[in-house]
């Protein structure tokens, strides 16, 4: 991890670039952004470990925790919502054992994603599994899915 800290470091000095270029860095490197390389970069640019955890946690785009071996992003935009994201969502937690905050299975096999919107209003509600669009989705048909990749 150290080496490649150090090369996202380098270009970051190189390129005189903010905290947001990095942590991008990072996360596109490992999937998300680990503690240490936190506080490796504080450590390194004399940047209070602050600073990047707030940077971190303001924007969505980062993740501070690794993301399952399966993805599935439910869209929870307006017309998916009045469709029933909310009952999708339900489902797949109560499938896949999440309670509270969090968002992946203890096991690391599969991480629930919820977002503003996918951008596919007229397939409401939207489901992505692994990257691969389920419109006009229901909670049974994604749960049975779900059942099957846990079997494989």
Same mark, same amino acid.
């Given at each position: 991890?150290?080496?490649?800290?150090?090369? #996202?470091? @380098? @270009?970051?000095?190189?390129? *005189?670039? *903010? #905290?947001?270029?990095?942590? +991008?860095?990072?996360?596109?490197? %490992?999937?998300? #952004?680990?503690?240490?390389?936190?506080?490796?970069? /504080?450590?390194?640019? +004399?940047?209070?470990?602050?600073?990047?955890?707030?940077? /971190?946690?303001?924007?969505? +785009? %980062?993740?501070?925790?690794?993301?399952?071996?399966?993805? #599935?992003?439910?869209?929870?935009?307006? /017309?998916?919502?009045?469709?029933?994201?909310?009952?999708?969502?339900?489902?797949?937690?109560?499938?896949?054992?999440?309670?509270?905050? *969090?968002?992946?299975?203890?096991?690391?096999? %599969?991480?629930?994603?919820?977002?503003?919107?996918?951008?596919?209003?007229? %397939?409401?509600?939207?489901?992505?599994?692994?990257?691969?669009?389920?419109?006009?989705? *229901? /909670?049974?048909?994604?749960?049975?899915?779900?059942?099957?990749? @846990? @079997?494989?």
């Amino acid at each position: 991890m150290k080496k490649k800290l150090d090369q #996202i470091l @380098k @270009k970051y000095h190189k390129r *005189n670039e *903010n #905290i947001i270029f990095l942590l +991008q860095e990072v996360q596109e490197s %490992f999937g998300y #952004i680990p503690r240490e390389a936190i506080d490796y970069f /504080a450590r390194k640019l +004399q940047i209070a470990p602050s600073k990047f955890y707030g940077v /971190a946690t303001f924007y969505a +785009q %980062f993740r501070l925790t690794p993301m399952g071996k399966n993805n #599935i992003t439910v869209c929870c935009g307006t /017309a998916c919502h009045v469709r029933g994201a909310e009952r999708i969502i339900s489902g797949l937690r109560r499938e896949l054992g999440l309670d509270g905050e *969090n968002d992946t299975t203890e096991d690391g096999e %599969f991480t629930l994603e919820e977002v503003a919107c996918l951008g596919t209003c007229s %397939f409401a509600p939207v489901v992505l599994v692994n990257g691969d669009v389920r419109g006009r989705a *229901n /909670a049974d048909r994604l749960v049975k899915e779900i059942r099957k990749m @846990k @079997k494989k």
